[in-house]
């Protein structure tokens, strides 16, 4: 496909965008902007557009994985909100009457997972392909069983690695976001492989953000 047809499809979806398509796109990226400055209100945005893409995902794209991961990040929002804000930390001292040093110790910070967890991950992300790629191949009509189902796969791993703040959470989105960028672009759903690409940035964003945060944090234990 060339540049000028691709700008061309990119305009007239966006002059065929309807309420709910804005909607799903400007509280997506407010979702990703938020969730890369460390701000805990992205899992409220998260939520509503999750839901929003979830049913788009059945009703207009026919990709089935894509929309049950949607319906995934809904619930897993609202723990982002208890682990990021009431779950996170490690408990106080029961003996501590220091109201900020319980404070912190409740707050989860960044953190990293050495390499022999993310080469589990991969095993363990790869067996989930396989398996629903078949299950989605065998009984559903998704249109790209296979491509769908790795991106969810690895989707719901930096989701759970995103809950619990850790900094590689964003490699895995970078790698994610740009591979659904010709996912949606092989449906012809040019605008929404265009929000995919600017999650790719921002998700760039994300990660030396939270890099420098997480050796801010190290430099002060």
């Known amino acids: ?16 965008q309807t309420i709910l398509d804005w909607s799903i ?8 902007y938020l969730a890369a400055r460390e701000n805990v209100w992205c ?3 998260g939520m509503v557009s999750c839901s929003l893409w979830a049913y788009a995902d059945f009703a207009r794209y026919n990709l089935w994985a894509d929309g049950i991961l949607q319906l995934f990040y809904v619930v897993m929002s609202a723990w982002g909100i208890y682990s ?6 490690r408990k106080a ?5 220091n109201e900020s040093a319980i404070s912190e110790q409740n707050t989860l910070t960044i953190s990293t997972l050495p390499l022999k967890y993310h080469l589990l991950i991969f095993v ?13 191949e065998k009984f559903t009509p998704t249109a790209l069983p296979y ?10 791993v930096a989701t ?3 809950v619990r703040k850790i900094l590689e959470n964003w490699l895995y989105w970078i790698v994610m976001d740009a591979l659904a960028v010709f996912l949606f672009a092989a449906r012809d759903a040019v605008l929404v492989a265009f929000v995919m690409a600017v999650y790719t940035v921002i998700s760039i964003f994300g990660y030396l953000h939270w890099r420098r945060r997480w050796k801010s944090q190290t430099a002060e234990l």
């Open 93 to 97: 001292n029961k003996h501590t009457n």
């Open 43 to 45: 899992w409220v945005w």
């Open 160 to 162: 759970v690695l995103t």
């Open 1 to 16: 496909m060339e540049f000028q047809e691709i700008l061309s499809q990119l305009i007239t979806q966006l002059e065929a």
């Open 124 to 136: 363990a992300g790869s067996v989930l392909t396989l398996v629903l790629g078949y299950i989605f």
């Open 147 to 156: 491509p769908d189902s790795f991106i969810t796969a690895f989707s719901i």
């Open 25 to 32: 796109t400007v509280t997506a990226l407010i979702y990703v």
């Open 84 to 89: 990021w804000t009431l779950g996170g930390g």
